[in-house]
């Protein structure tokens, strides 16, 4: 690209992802997990952009041995921010970051199986630039929500009964 930069290729990009796993016997496991993606265009006295996201996670599975349950639990968090920079110095951000934990049973029982559980989600979302006259625009908002669900399922041959409930 002789007409970019002097000839240097303007991006530059990095990735990173890493999950470790652990499982029992009985069923039970144990995962996390993490990822980092980093991301770079850079054009010479005109503008530079970066963009960064990563996030971290986790699972947990517990079954007894001799149980009719299990237990299912995640945490997860994850974040994008990106940043763009002009010759006129003024910041152009923007980022939106959440998380989510989710804890559930599943019980079995002859035939079917009953399940319930919690879930919390967040949400966060950050913006600031200037606009055409130069007037500075920001907004940063939280977002949260809680729910609980109820399921039972019911198996009679190839009939299937199924009822559930929400509540956010």
Known sequence: YPYVDGGNIPYVFRDIYGKVNFNSKSGSKFNIFGFNFRDK???????????????????FVLVPLKGKFNLNTSFNYSAYDLEQKETDGRPRTSSISGFNLWSGFTYFLRNGELKYGIQ?????????????????V??????????????YRKNWGVVVFEPSFRLS
Not at 44 to 59: D, L
Not at 138 to 151: I, L, R
């Open 138 to 151: 920001d907004q940063n908002q939280n977002t949260t929500e809680v729910a609980a669900y109820f399921k």
């Open 41 to 59: 265009s850079q054009f010479r006295n005109i503008s530079e952009t970066k963009w960064n996201a990563w996030g971290v996670g986790t699972q």
């Open 120 to 136: 919390v989600t967040g949400f966060r979302t950050e913006l600031e630039f200037y606009n055409g006259i130069g007037t500075r």
